[in-house]
């Protein structure tokens, strides 16, 4: 009975024995495999490309400091953050100017930079013993990388540079023209609100000259020449009143510029008034026929006359202006019951500011005014008559090509009088009255036409000598002047008239030919 008891008893502890040492045998298996195998080596800092990931709640690119004693440079946006990893660990972060950037360590070997003002400040990085292990130069500015990106995509900002320039956007290169320029610029504005230079420059021609003729007419005339001209060729043909005239007149060179039978035809419309002078004038400017032409013509004929001929040049986008006339005085109230005098412009004035476009456009904003003083407006102030102003004036804006003309009429102007002269009391009576009675009445009306032609200008070539009208006539002589009742003659050869600044020698340095006017 003991005998087989023993055996299941030494059975059971052998089958115990065996399953431990076969776990052992795993473990030690297991514990040999994990210890054989190596963990994979990190790859160093300083090889670890940086990666922008796009979208929300995407990681910041990092900026790596990888050795003690290293100086990096971190630009961070305006209200946006940068990450810093640092190989050493650090225990102290301090930045110089904490209004500029604000630091936040984010474990011993991280930090997060934050841009709180556009400036330049530094963050040193120490260790547990003081010692510098690192310096990071931190420059907060616009974000110059969006604006780019914006400006990438318009074709007229190709040519243009975009950089930050202590705590600035700075825009370089060349615009396509004074639009583009200003575009730009109101562009970076709104990234940089006051803090833009501008270093652009134009590529087309940025002077323009204003050629603006004033010109004033009776209605009363304007309807008794009330002729719409158009030219077509060396012909012209027109209306007068509601009357089309069948014959066309041949335009010569003469001295007038019209032939005789054109300004026969302007005549002619004395009696009709039913065109304004003003739509006379824009038909002319919608044909062929030169408005000079016709000028010319009506003034011959006493139908119209000019009132100025201003030519003004400016650059573009600034704003010049032009005044024929004078100024007259007028008492204004002061402090301490004192009474001042001040002065008000009155005669033809003009300011126009020009904006040039691509393909020779001109953007033009003109401002013409003609004034004249009126004493039926007068206003009497103690013992001082002060007179009035009476003013037609105009503003508009208008987009044009080199040499195009534009007009502004429809300025009117009216004035009626009547005057009745009697006997006293006999002139009063109903019947009697009336044959001693003289009245009259006078009414004046007149039309104010601006013709305005913008033209693009640059100045001359150095050297070339500017002749005068006269520079090819010369004073008669005895026999001419006696004889042949000669003033003038005309001479083969242009006069040299002194200039004052431009020194010939003889042998001395010549011009550079290859200076030649851009077009």
């Keep these: 009975m003991n005998g087989p008891k023993r055996n299941g008893a030494g059975g059971a502890r052998g089958s115990r024995t065996l399953k431990l040492l076969i776990c052992t045998i795993f473990l030690?298996?297991?514990?040999?495999?994990?210890?054989?195998?190596?963990?994979?080596?990190?790859?160093?800092?300083?090889?670890?490309?940086?990666?922008?990931?796009?979208?929300?709640?995407?990681?910041?690119?990092?900026?790596?400091?990888?050795?003690?004693?290293?100086?990096?440079?971190?630009?961070?946006?305006?209200?946006?953050?940068?990450?810093?990893?640092?190989?050493?660990?650090?225990?102290?972060?301090?930045?110089?100017?904490?209004?500029?950037?604000?630091?936040?360590?984010?474990?011993?070997?991280?930090?997060?930079?934050?841009?709180?003002?556009?400036g330049n400040t530094r963050l040193s990085l120490l260790d547990q013993d003081k010692r510098v292990i690192g310096i990071v130069d931190i420059e907060v500015s616009h974000d110059v990388d969006m604006l780019r990106r914006v400006m990438r995509d318009n074709p007229s900002f190709s040519n243009l540079r975009v950089a930050a320039v202590n705590g600035r956007i700075m825009i370089a290169g060349q615009a396509s023209?004074?639009?583009?320029?200003?575009?730009?610029?109101?562009?970076?504005?709104?990234?940089?609100?006051?803090?833009?230079?501008?270093?652009?420059?134009?590529a087309s021609p940025q002077q323009v000259m204003l050629e603006v003729r004033f010109i004033e007419a009776s209605r009363n005339l304007a309807r008794g020449v009330?002729?719409?001209?158009?030219?077509?060729?060396?012909?012209?043909?027109?209306?007068?009143?509601?009357?089309?005239?069948?014959?066309?007149?041949s335009i010569t060179s003469d001295s007038t510029g019209i032939t005789t039978?054109?300004?026969?035809?302007?005549?002619?419309?004395?009696?009709?008034?039913?065109?304004?002078?003003?739509?006379m004038t824009g038909r002319v400017i919608g044909g062929s026929a030169p408005i000079d032409v016709t000028i010319r013509a009506?003034?011959?004929?006493?139908?119209?006359?000019?009132?100025?001929?201003?030519?003004?040049?400016?650059?573009?986008?600034?704003?010049?202006?032009?005044?024929?006339?004078?100024?007259f005085p007028f008492p204004v109230a002061g402090t301490n019951n004192t009474i001042t005098t001040e002065f008000k412009k009155f005669g033809i004035g003009l300011a126009f500011t020009p904006t040039?476009?691509?393909?020779?456009?001109?953007?033009?904003?003109?401002e013409p005014e003609v004034s004249e003083?009126?004493?039926?407006?007068?206003?009497?102030?103690?013992?001082?008559?002060?007179?009035?102003?009476?003013?037609?004036?105009?503003?508009?804006?208008?987009?044009?090509?080199?040499?195009?003309?534009?007009?502004?009429?429809?300025?009117m102007q009216g004035f009626h009088n009547a005057d009745t002269r009697q006997l006293p009391w006999i002139g009063d009576v109903?019947?009697?009255?009336?044959?001693?009675?003289?009245?009259?009445?006078?009414?004046?009306?007149?039309?104010?036409?601006?013709?305005?032609?913008?033209?693009?200008?640059?100045?001359?070539?150095?050297?070339?000598?500017?002749?005068?009208?006269?520079?090819?006539?010369?004073?008669?002589?005895?026999?001419?002047?006696?004889?042949?009742?000669?003033?003038?003659v005309q001479t083969s050869r242009p006069r040299q008239d002194l200039t004052g600044h431009i020194i010939d020698y003889q042998d001395g340095p010549q011009v550079d030919t290859s200076y030649k006017r851009t077009k």
């Excluded at 023209?177 to 420059?201: C, H, I, K, W, Y």
């Excluded at 208008?398 to 009429?409: H, M, N, W």
């Design 298 to 327: 009506l003034e011959s004929q006493g139908l119209a006359r000019r009132l100025a001929e201003p030519n003004l040049v400016a650059l573009s986008g600034d704003t010049a202006s032009f005044l024929a006339g004078g100024e």
């Design 226 to 249: 009330g002729v719409n001209v158009s030219g077509g060729g060396r012909y012209a043909g027109g209306t007068t009143g509601v009357e089309t005239l069948k014959e066309k007149s």
């Design 430 to 488: 109903p019947i009697l009255g009336a044959l001693t009675r003289s009245t009259s009445f006078q009414k004046k009306e007149t039309d104010l036409v601006i013709i305005v032609t913008p033209c693009l200008v640059q100045p001359m070539v150095p050297g070339d000598a500017q002749g005068s009208p006269l520079a090819n006539r010369r004073p008669g002589n005895d026999e001419e002047f006696f004889i042949a009742g000669k003033q003038e």
């Design 28 to 118: 030690g298996l297991g514990a040999s495999a994990y210890a054989t195998e190596k963990p994979p080596s990190p790859v160093p800092p300083s090889k670890q490309p940086v990666k922008k990931v796009q979208g929300f709640g995407a990681a910041a690119p990092l900026y790596h400091l990888n050795t003690q004693n290293e100086r990096i440079d971190v630009r961070v946006v305006l209200n946006r953050s940068e990450n810093v990893k640092v190989e050493y660990p650090f225990t102290e972060a301090l930045v110089t100017n904490s209004d500029i950037a604000d630091v936040v360590p984010l474990t011993n070997a991280s930090i997060n930079i934050l841009g709180k003002k556009i």
């Design 261 to 279: 039978n054109l300004i026969s035809d302007l005549a002619a419309g004395l009696g009709s008034n039913l065109v304004p002078f003003g739509a």
């Design 177 to 202: 023209d004074a639009v583009a320029l200003s575009r730009a610029l109101a562009l970076a504005e709104q990234f940089a609100p006051g803090q833009v230079t501008n270093a652009m420059t134009v």
């Design 356 to 366: 040039v476009l691509a393909r020779r456009q001109i953007n033009l904003k003109i």
């Design 373 to 411: 003083i009126d004493y039926s407006a007068a206003v009497k102030i103690g013992n001082v008559e002060v007179p009035g102003l009476s003013v037609r004036r105009a503003s508009t804006t208008v987009e044009l090509r080199d040499g195009q003309s534009f007009a502004i009429a429809g300025l």
